[in-house]
């Protein structure tokens, strides 16, 4: 009969569905992102998807091995350890300052010229470290100086420089700028440090 | 978005000593020991998983993360995890979480990992990683546990266990109540036990009124219970909870092709043509609409209203022909590629955008054949494999640029090669200019004449180039004193006095003065004797390291073909996975959309054969105008 045979297409399209929409319309915001997979696909085709998914899997790891290995060398070809010279910003806590950007001179020559995202801003707040300069230098004596750019307490313009005299070595040299903050006169601070 | 971060920050976070970055407001945030480790935190912080993921292996393998080796394992866990390499996660979640004393870092790690698992069909992995929690989860990751543990069951089928499962969960928060015992229903009626199964429905489907948040599910609750009375041939059941469903909302078009049904079923057709003829007149694509097309001549022509019902099916097989052509044609367009291009759109080069698992395609384009497959592009198959299909455009991408770069590091190779051989000569020249044997030598022979002099506090000797003139007149003069006057004799032993006086009064400062300066000798030549050796070895170690060099780059090109051609590979094979799943769901609407044509002409051909059977044919009933 029609209307059985009809009523009972209906039927398992709703019984199918029922329990895929479930999660979609959870209260929770994580849920709620996260669409189901329908109780009604073949079983045949979840294998399928996994064999696929397995061979993604496999060819990311690889690639991600690959990126890895190319990386190295490329740091080794453009900079020698004996003359690498990197420079790093980090930031420590940064009430005091928003950051817009870094002008950096190494001998007095531009070297880096940054202007942070808000995204990136948001990521040295967070703890992350920037890699703003890599580059070679003889050994010997050489002049940092840095220029900060941003926005200071009472979101007033701010603009401040850190310059440092250091010596370069024969092994690689790193020199971290951390903006930080100075409790006692609410202004931020700028510093330089040297890594061995 | 809440719920943007959560994986590596909730599980690499979750470690005491990062803990705290999560919450950077505090004046002990945390202290990076290693830059490398913050170059890895700058590039996790800003979503770019496949970059801190390289940064991190590089760190590794280099050696640079003395200091945060245990937090930067389990980062690799989390960034693998969120770069959709699950497996590799799961790993090392297992080796670093067993030896981890923070049950509640074991229990989030677990849960993140069984929602991927979940997410992308592995279900048993799913099921065994959710084994693993041992406590519970924060407040709001618990609710979400319960409900993903027993989701993961239901789709295994195994409705009982999820039953089980549910029922136990004996504190669910007021927001998840309605959707456990929706899960509890529909469970319930699976098993066959619809008395059960529809007495928890119609709890949920009864579920305040005023939550205007709860509505969707009361809806859904609605609909499954009355189509479980109907599937239960009880249509008087049936419809009071189908007539509770919102007629603008998701589910109204289900809800009014039952209510139809459940009329029909009590054989009151006329009662059933209302909510029917409503249907008729909305968006053709749904299948209930597209049912009701069926459903509305077949109750004319059980009401005996011949020619509206041959009117309504003749209409029906018009619009079930043109939706079939449509259909077809969608069919041999995503064939031809089109669908993926189409659904991702320019985004599709974008390269800045986070890869992986949180990613999702949050806007669907509206042409034929997404509107067709809007279910579909929902489902979690869909939207997995389309995300492996985005993150192989990446790594395609990404290889053409490596392909591109080898090409420029043979430059590099070769520039460095070509300086070398040009300042090989000059280097030659000056490193034999320079003996350092000999300046050694001749440091030896300095400090042995100082110590002789120590030995002998010969004062004259470290006198000044005057005071040691002076001395070697008066030393002179001495052989002839003999024969000098008495005063001359006496000048004479005074001159050597006051000489000697001012030779034995400046002697310690100027012993002292030496010594420092053979320590300064001693440090220069230590310096030149390295930077001779610096600029030698580096002479020597060149030529092996060019050749070292150079075979790395040969033996990564290889490397970077051979995956380039896999990653194509596999590329084509997402998409036709892809346009395979859409292409099945629009030939199963289609083979619908077959059959209820051929029901629609069957009828029509009944209704014919009736009418020229009547040898004396009657006035056709109407229901608009009989009367009746």
Do not use: C
């Not at chain 1, 003889?138 to 200071?152: D, I, N, P, W, Y």
């Not at chain 2, 998983?49 to 690799?76: K, N, P, S, V």
């Not at chain 2, 003749?314 to 590629?337: C, H, K, P």
């Not at chain 2, 669908?339 to 949050?362: H, K, M, P, Q, V």
């Amino acid at each position: 009969m029609v209307v059985k045979w009809i009523a009972s297409v209906s039927l398992a399209a709703i019984a199918a569905q029922g329990v895929a929409v479930i999660a979609q319309e959870a209260p929770v915001e994580t849920v709620a992102a996260v669409p189901e997979f329908r109780a009604d696909e073949g079983a045949e085709q979840r294998a399928e998807f996994r064999t696929l998914d397995e061979d993604v899997q496999d060819l990311k790891k690889q690639v991600l091995d690959l990126n890895r290995d190319l990386f190295l060398l490329e740091e080794e070809l453009l900079f020698p350890s004996n003359t690498q010279t990197a420079v790093f910003v980090s930031m420590d806590v940064g009430e005091f300052f928003g950051l817009d950007s870094v002008e950096l001179k190494i001998d007095d020559k531009d070297v880096a010229n940054y202007l942070y995202t808000e995204r990136e801003a948001d990521a040295l707040l967070k703890g992350g470290v920037q890699r703003l300069f890599i580059g070679n230098l003889k050994a010997g004596e050489h002049e940092l100086v840095a220029v900060f750019t941003g926005q200071g307490p009472h979101t007033r313009d701010y603009r401040r420089a850190a310059s440092l005299v250091f010596e370069k070595g024969i092994g690689p040299k790193y020199i971290e700028l951390t903006i930080s903050d100075r409790e006692v006169t609410q202004q931020p601070e700028f510093l330089v440090k040297e890594w061995e | 978005m809440a719920a943007r971060l959560p994986i590596v920050a909730a599980v690499a976070f979750a470690l005491p000593a990062v803990d705290a970055v999560a919450a950077r407001g505090d004046d002990d945030g945390i202290v990076v020991q290693d830059l490398a480790y913050g170059e890895v935190l700058f590039e996790f912080f800003q979503e770019d998983y496949f970059a801190a993921l390289t940064r991190l292996l590089a760190a590794q393998q280099r050696g640079e993360l003395e200091h945060h080796g245990a937090e930067a394992e389990l980062m690799l866990g989390g960034l693998y995890l969120s770069y959709g390499e699950h497996r590799l996660a799961g790993e090392i979640f297992e080796r670093v979480l067993a030896q981890s004393v923070d049950p509640a870092l074991n229990d989030r790690a677990w849960y993140f990992l069984a929602k991927i698992w979940h997410q992308r069909g592995y279900l048993p992995e799913a099921e065994a990683a959710l084994g693993r929690i041992i406590g519970e989860l924060p407040e709001e990751l618990e609710p979400e546990r319960q409900m993903l543990h027993a989701q993961v069951l239901m789709e295994q089928g195994r409705f009982a266990d999820a039953l089980t499962a549910l029922e136990a969960w004996r504190r669910p928060s007021d927001a998840w109540v309605g959707y456990a015992k929706y899960n509890i229903g529909v469970s319930l009626v699976r098993l066959g036990q619809v008395e059960a199964g529809a007495r928890v429905l119609d709890e949920v489907g009864q579920l305040d009124p005023e939550n205007p948040d709860l509505g969707a599910l009361r809806d859904k609750a609605n609909v499954a219970l009355g189509y479980a009375w109907l599937q239960a041939s009880r249509p008087v059941e049936a419809k009071p909870s189908l007539q509770r469903v919102r007629l603008n909302g998701p589910f109204s078009n289900k809800a009014l092709l039952g209510v139809g049904w459940s009329d029909a079923e009590g054989a009151d057709y006329r009662a059933a043509l209302a909510p029917w003829l409503a249907l008729r007149e909305r968006n053709l694509l749904d299948s209930a609409v597209q049912e009701s097309l069926l459903a509305v001549p077949y109750a004319y022509a059980q009401l005996g209203a011949d020619k509206q019902a041959a009117d309504h099916y003749v209409d029906a097989i018009e619009a079930f022909s043109s939706e079939i052509v449509r259909l077809t044609s969608s069919i041999e367009s995503i064939e031809q590629g089109e669908l993926i291009t189409e659904l991702l759109g320019e985004r599709e080069d974008a390269g800045t955008e986070a890869s992986g698992w949180y990613w999702r395609l949050e806007r669907i384009p509206d042409s034929v054949e997404s509107r067709y497959l809007y279910e579909l592009l929902a489902t979690n198959r869909f939207q997995e494999g389309l995300k492996n299909y985005r993150d192989l455009k990446q790594v395609n991408r990404n290889l053409s640029r490596w392909a591109e770069s080898l090409g420029a590091f043979d430059d590099i190779l070769d520039t460095r090669q070509r300086a070398y051989e040009q300042r090989l000569p000059t280097i030659d020249a000056s490193l034999s200019s320079v003996d350092l044997d000999a300046m050694a030598a001749r440091r030896v022979e300095l400090e042995s004449r100082l110590q002789a002099i120590e030995r002998s506090e010969d004062v004259v000797a470290l006198g000044t180039a005057k005071e040691q003139e002076l001395w070697g007149m008066l030393e002179a003069m001495e052989p002839h004193l003999a024969g000098a006057s008495a005063e001359q004799q006496e000048k004479h032993r005074f001159l050597r006095g006051l000489l000697l006086w001012d030779l034995r009064r400046d002697y310690k400062a100027r012993l002292w003065a030496e010594h420092k300066a053979l320590g300064d000798l001693d440090r220069q030549l230590r310096e030149a004797q390295r930077r001779h050796h610096q600029v030698s070895s580096s002479r020597d170690d060149w030529p092996e390291k060019f050749t070292a060099l150079t075979a790395r780059i040969e033996g990564l090109r290889p490397r970077v073909l051979g995956l380039q051609e896999s990653a194509q590979l596999a590329l084509n094979r997402q998409q036709e996975f892809l346009q395979d799943i859409a292409v099945e769901e629009l030939k199963a609407q289609r083979d619908r959309l077959n059959t209820y044509m051929v029901q629609a002409r069957f009828a029509l051909a009944s209704i014919y054969d009736r009418a020229g059977a009547r040898v004396d044919p009657q006035p056709q009933a109407s229901l608009s105008g009989s009367g009746e």
